[in-house]
C-alpha cells in the first residue's frame, strides 16, 4: 500500500511543479482610430507577467508611424488589462488615403524582444 501513496506523492508533486512554473501567456489585441488614438487589451492566460511594445502603422506605398514603447503592468493570471495609446501623424494618413485608410494602413502590436 505505501507504494501506492508514493506514486500518489509523486503525482502531486509534478503538478505543483508544472502549475508554479507556468510562464505569462499574454494575448493582445488593439484598435486604432483616424485620429490616431488607440487602446490595446491585454489579457493573460499563464502566470503573471506583463508585456510592453509599440503599435506600428505600415501604409501600402510605404508611409509608416508608430506609438512610443508601453507596457500592460502585471497581468495576474485570467486578467484583462486596457492601456490607451496615441501616434502623432496618423491622421495625416486619413488626409492621403481617405475613408478607406485602415484598409491601405495595417497596423500591427510589435512586442519588445526580451
Same mark, same amino acid.
Given at each position: 500500500?505505501?507504494?501506492g501513496a508514493g506514486v500518489g506523492v509523486a503525482v502531486a508533486v509534478i503538478v505543483a511543479v508544472l502549475t508554479f512554473s507556468r510562464s505569462p501567456d499574454i494575448e493582445t489585441s488593439c484598435l486604432l482610430n483616424g485620429n490616431g488614438e488607440g487602446r490595446c487589451e491585454f489579457t493573460n492566460r499563464g502566470s503573471t507577467g506583463s508585456a510592453c %511594445?509599440?503599435?506600428l502603422v505600415?501604409?501600402?506605398g %510605404?508611409?509608416?508611424?508608430y506609438s512610443n514603447t508601453f507596457c500592460s503592468g502585471d497581468i495576474g493570471t485570467d486578467e484583462t488589462k486596457t492601456v490607451e495609446y496615441d501616434i502623432p501623424g496618423v491622421r495625416r494618413f486619413f488626409d492621403r488615403h481617405g475613408k478607406d485608410w485602415a484598409d491601405e494602413c495595417p497596423f500591427d502590436w510589435i512586442p519588445e524582444e526580451d
Open positions: 500500500m505505501l507504494a %511594445g509599440f503599435v505600415v501604409c501600402y %510605404g508611409d509608416k508611424a
